[in-house]
């Protein structure tokens, strides 16, 4: 079962579900709106022939950052990564992020296969933004480009994320507080 806007107000309130910052104005029926970060990672192209993840083979990134105000251009048939403005997560709730349609509808994918947010996990979630269009894309930071439900579960988990997941040793990433990151 999924949360309604009540049920979500009422959990970031309590503090089953945390949004950083977390504005009511993007508040959908059943879902909450969140922005594009100012944080990319690019594949730099040039450094691998190949990409063979069996063999460990993976792509050389790049990080860029862009200044609020400032545009990124996704060109056509370009994967990068970029981060969400928005820091969330739950210990109680799964998180399910997907992408908007209107967006999807001009060729922007915001992510292919990592939908789904574990509880115990809180970040800034990685979108893997692709431009399926024959026309580049233009993004800019703080732009809505998905959003995120969360779903009951039939009973509480066995483990946290934050004791399984990737990041356990280093209990999630570091949440740094909207107003404090780099503009």
Do not use: C
């Amino acid at each position: 079962m999924y949360l309604s806007d009540t049920d979500i107000e009422k959990e970031v309130a309590s503090g089953g579900i945390k949004i950083d910052p977390f504005d009511t104005k993007r508040l959908q029926p059943a879902s909450y709106d969140i922005r594009l970060g100012n944080r990319f990672l690019l594949t730099e192209w040039h450094e691998r022939s190949i990409i063979d993840p069996h063999k460990k083979v993976l792509p050389v990134l790049r990080e860029i950052f862009v200044k609020d105000g400032d545009a990124f251009t996704l060109h056509t048939g370009v994967v990068v990564l970029g981060y969400s403005y928005e820091f969330f997560g739950s210990d109680k709730y799964l998180t399910h992020l997907s992408g908007k349609s209107s967006l999807a509808r001009i060729g922007l994918m915001v992510h292919n296969t990592a939908g789904i947010v574990n509880p115990g996990h809180f970040l800034q979630i990685v979108f893997e933004l692709s431009n399926t269009n024959i026309v580049p894309i233009v993004l800019r930071p703080k732009m809505e480009i998905a959003q995120i439900t969360f779903a009951t579960l039939t009973s509480p988990p066995k483990q946290s994320y934050k004791d399984t997941g990737r990041y356990h040793k280093d209990n999630n990433q570091v949440w740094v507080p909207a107003k404090k990151r780099k503009k």
